[in-house]
């Protein structure tokens, strides 16, 4: 059945959003942007940088139970932050290079951060190995290192399994590794070669990969995110794309039906709290959407936003409201002196 | 000259060795590189030693590392570290007091005394055709004149043309790349000739070329295909009266130039300097470079692609592309520096244009011509300058704007070539080296 997404409030922040998560009550966001850490009033629409990391900041959770928030920046850190006050609490560098991602476990326990330069590996630029693990499970209380775990550069997304057993990982080479958590055993795991370009025209060397996973209500599959397969990865023109995969079994279930994609990558995926339904989001290239609510059992597209710039991450808050962050393309002109704000923050309603 | 015009036969003479028909054909389908192995050493190619040593001898020299596609001076040589424009990209210090360059550049900031850098290049082009044809050529076309791009130049000027060894050298792993495929498709050597056009090699990731053009008719597609059905039954024909050899001097430059196939060879070189480049194709090929250029080429050009233009994911590929150009330019100045080389050879590293000071929507730079970098080592430069800076943006040029001009003229009035001497050839309006008079950077030059 289709829903029709309407947005019902938006304004923007200095810089673009590259990730988010709410706060308890869900009336306040915190925006992990690539000039620090925003505390954003979502209805009042007032917002105060609390805070930065030594480059951008990539991504934010929070830990209700704690009543903390944890950034993680391409600096490598991930850092712990009171709720209550927004003072700075702990910081752990976790990585040499950039944390992608970050996620935290739905029993609060732990967090999940990965990294991965790519590297030239061979004649044809496959990625190196890594020269640190690649994906890092930490306690979430005290940031001690529980886990750390390998795979091939770079790694960019992460997600626990909701029954917090598992965690997946998926890198530039569209492979994505399924561990215990408990033990840090590998436990699964499937490659795409679907999301990933080598460019014949003009970049000799890969680019793309799994941007966003999420796994399926029941844990049994992994649905991820990307780009399709490009001749000239600069040109950004790759398929709106979405897979599900059994990853026990490395079997491919589903997939973007063609005629419903448009182009451009997409990084973002939530699963809709009726759990029946996935939202996913990125960019538009070419089409009439960048963000698409999909059936998860039919893979049907049941409803669209075009929301005008880039989508990063889309949260549901505790009214089955939709709250999108990302960014516009970077000024180029100042008003004297000041650039004009181009990071974005949306709220929309789902109806059927 | 007869006498040398025989030893030139003499070392370039096709033997008729299966190994010699082999480099043939790789040469002609531009795939020497591949990686067929000979078992024949560059210098067992010169019957004659003094030709041997002629060829090699001692002369300015250059290799360009030509990246095209157009890197970011941000996250190269004019980091801005926590600006908006900076990117997520941190600035290191270098072996000069005070100046900083891209964290992803860790070996050259080590060499930086040895290096380099112009931080003010401003140029007109912002579309990458325009772009290369001026930053190669250094200057803009007027038509119908073509103006030599500077390989044939250097080539022409300090090279040997009766040399076996190709003088000017094309190294591309991947000559696809839009642009800079059309550009490469024009006239090279312009109105010098096309005897100082590039030996190109490479070519390995060729997109094959098996679809018919629209604009080619069914006809004509049958037409060609019979005229080339008729040559390649006259050419094996002529072989096996082994007339081939003695058809015209231009086939004759073509046997000489496979004669020094094994230079092209990169399964030849020794796999511990392999390592030191990289396995990348772009170091390797790097490594080729130096390889020619040790063995008496006088210009090579290394290329692949357009790997630098990127509208999309710029620090998701500059990443990678920024940490190999860093090692290369490290391995290649020390090598040079260590066979005591340095001093005579010129290397360049620089695209069409810069990026811009902000990002896109898709993740990415664009095109940036008003304020951007690029290297310089060796060869009658001065090493550890660093000339004109941009503003804390990096949005303009804020002291010392250097064009297309003034750099041709500083590259060669290092290399010891007049920037002001006029071309006098039949036919051709008054031309110069380098139009408008200008100066070289004196800053640069050494001495």
Redesign the interface.
């Given at each position: 059945m289709q829903k029709t997404i309407t947005r019902i409030h938006d304004f923007k922040l200095p810089?673009?959003i590259l990730g988010a998560c709410l706060l308890q009550d869900h009336r306040e966001l915190i925006a992990a942007c690539?000039?620090g850490i925003y505390r954003v009033e979502l209805d009042t629409k007032k917002h105060q940088r609390i805070g930065g990391h030594?480059?951008?900041v990539s991504s934010a959770v929070y830990i209700p139970e704690q009543q903390t928030f944890i950034t993680a920046g391409?600096d490598g850190k991930l850092k712990w932050f009171s709720a209550q006050d927004n003072s700075l609490l702990r910081e752990e560098k976790v990585h040499a290079f950039?944390s992608w991602d970050m996620a935290l476990s739905a029993d609060q326990r732990w967090l999940a951060s990965v990294t991965g330069?790519?590297?030239?590996?061979?004649?044809?630029?496959s990625p190196?190995q890594e020269t640190e693990a690649s994906v890092k499970i930490l306690d979430a209380t005290d940031g001690k290192l529980v886990h750390a775990l390998r795979h091939v550069p770079?790694v960019q997304s992460v997600a626990f399994s909701h029954n917090s057993q598992w965690i997946a990982a998926g890198n530039l080479m569209g492979e994505v590794r399924v561990w215990d958590v408990a033990s840090g055993e590998q436990v699964g795991g499937f490659e795409s070669k679907d999301f990933t370009s080598w460019?014949?025209?003009?970049?000799?060397?890969y680019?793309g990969g799994i941007f966003a996973m999420e796994f399926s209500p029941d844990d049994s599959e992994l649905i991820v995110c990307g780009m399709g397969d490009m001749r000239?990865?600069?040109?950004?023109n790759g398929k709106q794309l979405w897979q599900r995969w059994n990853w026990k079994e490395s079997k491919l279930v589903a997939q973007t039906n063609e005629k419903q994609a448009g182009e451009g990558?997409m990084e973002s995926l939530v699963l809709h709290p009726a759990r029946d339904s996935f939202l996913m989001g990125g960019?538009l290239?070419g089409g009439d959407w960048n963000a698409a609510l999909f059936d998860l059992s039919s893979g049907e597209r049941i409803g669209t936003i075009k929301s005008g710039?880039?989508i990063t991450q889309m949260l549901f808050d505790n009214q089955g409201r939709l709250v999108v962050v990302g960014?516009?393309?970077?000024?180029?002109k100042s008003n004297e002196g000041k650039?004009p704000d181009f990071g974005r923050v949306e709220v929309y309603e789902l109806k059927t | 000259m007869a006498e040398h015009s025989e030893n030139q036969n003499r070392v370039t003479g096709d033997c008729g060795s299966p190994e010699h028909r082999a480099h043939r054909r790789l040469f002609l389908q531009g795939a020497m590189a591949s990686g067929l192995a000979s078992a024949a050493s560059f210098n067992a190619l010169f019957s004659v030693p003094a030709l041997a040593q002629e060829t090699k001898k001692r002369g300015k020299k250059c290799i360009l590392l030509w990246l095209c596609g157009a890197p970011s001076q941000f996250e190269t040589w004019d980091p801005k570290p926590g600006t908006i424009s900076g990117g997520p990209f941190a600035a290191i210090p270098t072996s000069i007091p005070g100046l900083q360059i891209s964290q992803l550049m860790p070996r050259c900031a080590s060499i930086m005394d040895k290096l380099s850098v112009i931080r003010s290049m401003s140029t007109e082009p912002s579309e990458h055709f325009q772009g290369i044809d001026v930053l190669t050529r250094g200057e803009q076309p007027r038509p119908p004149f073509t103006r030599p791009i500077l390989g044939s130049v250097v080539a022409e000027q300090l090279g040997q043309l009766d040399s076996p060894v190709p003088q000017f050298v094309l190294l591309e792993p991947c000559p696809e790349g839009n642009e800079f495929k059309s550009f490469k498709a024009g006239n090279w050597a312009g109105w010098l000739g096309a005897q100082y056009g590039p030996v190109r090699s490479g070519g390995e990731f060729a997109i094959p070329d098996i679809l018919k053009p629209e604009s080619l008719s069914q006809l004509d597609h049958e037409d060609r295909e019979a005229l080339r059905s008729f040559l390649s039954r006259k050419f094996q024909n002529d072989q096996q009266s082994q007339a081939a050899e003695g058809y015209n001097a231009a086939f004759n430059r073509v046997k000489g130039l496979m004669s020094c196939a094994p230079l092209f060879d990169l399964e030849k070189l020794p796999q511990a300097d392999r390592d030191r480049y990289g396995p990348g194709a772009f170091a390797q090929y790097a490594l080729q470079a130096r390889h020619l250029i040790e063995n008496g080429s006088t210009f090579v050009m290394v290329a692949n692609g357009m790997p630098w233009d990127n509208h999309v994911f710029q620090h998701e590929m500059h990443q990678m592309l920024v940490p190999e150009l860093d090692n290369i330019l490290f391995q290649l100045i020390g090598d040079l520096e260590d066979r005591g080389m340095l001093q005579d050879t010129m290397v360049i590293a620089m695209g069409e244009f810069g990026r811009t000071p902000w990002l896109n929507e898709a993740r990415g730079r664009d095109h940036y011509s008003k304020a951007w970098s690029l290297a310089m080592a060796g060869g009658g430069i001065r090493p550890g300058v660093v000339v004109g800076q941009t503003d804390p943006l990096g949005f303009e040029v804020t002291e010392n704007p250097i064009d297309n001009r003034r750099l041709f003229a500083t590259i060669f009035k290092a290399l010891g070539i007049d920037p002001k001497e006029q071309y006098d050839l039949p036919d051709l309006p008054t031309f110069h080296r380098v139009e408008g008079n200008v100066q070289p950077i004196e800053e640069l030059l050494v001495g």
């Open positions: 810089t673009a690539l000039d030594d480059s951008y391409y950039w330069q790519y590297l030239a590996g061979d004649y044809k630029y190196a770079s460019g014949i025209i003009k970049s000799h060397c680019l000239d990865p600069m040109a950004g990558l960019r290239r710039y880039r960014g516009q393309g970077q000024p180029g650039f | -």
